[in-house]
């Protein structure tokens, strides 16, 4: 069957129009997947504290990078043990060494992956521009727990150890990271 010019070319604009609309919508589909399913240890920003915890515990192991970013960062404890839905208070510490302001905004993961739907966040320093001044050191708390529902998960309920690790990224340099970062904020927030 002979196919017309003028419906070949109205066949590929279609094809061509359709592509380009999944690859604008590829991203915030991503994204929501991300933060409904806890793929690739997306956490949850959790807006209530836990309602129930179970004696079974799992060490909380935390780590601190930077990116393109003069900064010092650490943790202030190197690992929590919790009980499952028991609450956890930790801290990092941020310095500045250089003569210059430095904005920052921070990133987080979970590893192994499949605890990030039970690692829950009630308060932390991530999808907010951070300010730190030249010669300025500042703590940051991170309030948290693991929900007691990862016993329910025949994969994660035998987790004996989890890793928190957070990235400061300069948000200069990054302004669609930051743009990213609160909306992932916003999405983790409605997500439960």
């Excluded at 035998?158 to 743009?179: C, V």
């Amino acid at each position: 069957m002979k196919l017309s010019n003028t419906k070949v070319a109205l066949v590929s604009l279609g094809v061509f129009t359709g592509m380009l609309g999944l690859g604008f919508a590829a991203d915030p589909l991503y994204d929501t997947f991300c933060k409904v399913t806890g793929f690739g240890g997306t956490t949850r920003i959790a807006t209530a504290a836990p309602d129930r915890m179970v004696e079974q515990e799992v060490m909380v192991r935390f780590d601190a990078n930077v990116a393109d970013t003069p900064l010092t960062f650490h943790p202030l404890q190197t690992t929590q043990t919790l009980k499952l839905g028991q609450h956890g208070l930790a801290f990092y510490e941020v310095s500045n060494p250089t003569d210059q302001e430095i904005r920052v905004i921070a990133s987080y993961n979970v590893t192994p992956h499949y605890a990030g739907p039970y690692f829950n966040k009630l308060e932390c320093f991530c999808f907010e521009e951070r300010v730190v001044a030249p010669g300025e050191t500042k703590k940051l708390p991170i309030v948290y727990f693991v929900s007691a529902d990862m016993l329910e998960d025949r994969v994660a309920k035998s987790l004996e150890t989890i890793t928190l690790s957070y990235t400061f990224f300069d948000s200069s340099s990054y302004s669609g990271e930051k743009k990213a970062a609160q909306k992932g904020a916003a999405n983790s927030a409605n997500a439960g």
